[in-house]
T-cell receptor, first 111, second 120 residues
């Protein structure tokens, strides 16, 4: 059974810092991995999707990497801003289409 | 051009009552998913619909839970005889699976804002 773990569970940083969120998964037979953002009381917003054949994806200040063989992904956020404060979720698709999620990293960026 | 719409946004019910939660997916999306997010836990898959295929019900926690999708569009998740442990945020997502070469595919799921269910 696929299990997804995210570290740290919570993170507080001052504005402007670069930071890394970590995601690990137990079964490397994945089709793709997604990073989502969740704001309080709202649904999830997809940030980046990395297919299993890819190593990384970039969108603005966000960069996600994937190392399938070691079962790891990282989300790098450059020059963090207070508006980045949210919970970040990592999810893998093992081909059954429904996603397996980690429990998230709650990020607080202080002005 | 609206996103995934869920109703109601909040539902408070008494233990033992039945509830229905509604999901209106993005037009044209063939896949629809229900997930549950309990306090302090990650999202848990419940059920998945794809086109006219039989739904994947493997995530439903008990036979009190059921879901249907009428006309390949709107879906209703029904919880019978609600229990306090059913209290959670129920999230719906839809997607358009794009098949690529050699079995690769893109499956970007778009989520609704969820229904927060509180069972007293």
């Amino acid at each position: 059974k696929q299990e997804v773990t995210q570290i740290p569970a919570a993170l507080s940083v001052p504005e402007g810092e670069n930071l890394v969120l970590n995601c690990s998964f137990t079964d490397s037979a994945i089709y793709n991995l997604q990073w989502f953002r969740q704001d309080p009381g709202k649904g999830l917003t997809s940030l980046l999707l990395i297919q299993s054949s890819q190593r990384e994806q970039t969108s603005g200040r966000l960069n996600a990497s994937l190392d399938k063989s070691s079962g790891r992904s990282t989300l790098y956020i450059a020059a963090s801003q207070p508006g980045d404060s949210a919970t970040y979720l990592c999810a893998v698709d093992t081909g059954r289409r429904a996603l397996t999620f980690g429990s998230g990293t709650r990020l607080q960026v202080q002005p | 051009g609206a996103g995934v719409s869920q109703s109601p946004s909040n539902k408070v019910t008494e233990k033992g009552k039945d509830v229905e939660l509604r999901c209106d997916p993005i037009s044209g999306h063939t896949a629809l998913y229900w997930y549950r997010q309990s306090l302090g836990q990650g999202l848990e898959f419940l059920i998945y619909f794809q086109g006219n295929s039989a739904p994947d019900k493997s995530g439903l926690p008990s036979d009190r839970f059921s879901a249907e999708r009428t006309g390949g569009s709107v879906s209703t998740l029904t919880i019978q005889r609600t229990q306090q442990e059913d209290s959670a945020v129920y999230l719906c997502a839809s997607s358009l699976v794009i098949e690529g070469l050699a079995g690769a595919f893109k499956n970007i799921q778009y989520f609704g804002a969820g229904t927060r269910l509180s069972v007293l």
